[in-house]
């Protein structure tokens, strides 16, 4: 049984990139030489979020507006009052999405459908250097 | 310490259909021989979700018009522009609701409360064989 | 390779409740005996949820008026002709925030940034005492 773990850090992200992190995740999978498992990606951080999608730039702007419409940006939220940063609905869009996903491992591999992507979503209003940490348990 | 898992196929799914795999879930605990650990239900496919929930009909009905409510099927999400097959808002309730949960097995048991069962929520326009892979880790 | 978990039950809480329960986890990671690996928190009911959050009293407020504004609690929900208890719209809430949280472990501590903390959300409109079952899987 092997745990392995590995800390990454994403080139300078801007509010609602969406980064596209399949490859990466996957090369750690190899790296941790577990054949058969699970594999964790978790933000740390609490204005980003991980999640699993088609990616192309269509799903993307429509991601984008739905947050928008969902928890808009301009609202006056209460966090406000204690940075003055006017990130609250970055921080309620993170809580939404959630900032971990879990995905099986196969001989290796990702478990992924042909269209599944695993990618970060940057929700804060400032440009970050952000870290997400990789998990791969198993065998 | 056991790593397990297993590829199932749904049968065909129609358009919000909500699933109860509870059952074929613990049945699979069950086949893995793993007595204490975590249990992973993981979507092969980018317009699916699976979740936990009380399941009875009123409250399926009220998800259906919740996910309505704030995707809506009808709008115009721009990645019909990339095939066509007018499932954007598909895709987009799969990102809120999410395709993976994980519950925990002790004695060889999901450790649900009373009312709690894993379900599969086919968010898809069109119907679909819906493939899962449930991962058992533990000892 | 270890396997560890504990079932840990909350004072009584109220709707919208939101309780750091990062330090009991944490003190759970450490009774675990695991160094490196991955945490599950999972809330043994239908009507809560868990998830990572900054915990400060602005952004508490702020996440109750999303829910209040994505799942309005007065509204007519087709749950309610089944118990007659009201609570449809906790059902709803906790299917879109999730029941289950997995955060990674390093050096027998959880790996949180500086902000992060992890948070159970009472979404039931009744008091209870909650029931959380916390996993640790790792070496």
Known sequence: MKVYSKRIVLPKT???????????????????GVK?????VFVVGTTGATTIMEY??????????TLE????????????QKWQDGNG??????????PSIVVPV???TLYLGAWQKIVYI???NRPRERALKISVLGE
């Open 122 to 124: 940057e929700l804060d």
């Open 36 to 40: 058969e498992g699970l594999v964790n």
């Open 106 to 108: 196969t001989s290796s």
């Open 56 to 65: 192309e730039p269509g799903l993307v702007n429509d991601i984008k507006r």
């Open 89 to 98: 609905h970055s921080h309620i869009r993170s809580v939404l999405l959630g």
């Open 69 to 80: 419409s969902l928890v808009p940006k301009g609202a006056d939220y209460d966090h406000h």
């Open 14 to 32: 801007s509010e609602l990139d969406i980064i596209d992190i399949t490859d990466r995740v996957q090369m750690e999978v190899k790296e941790s």
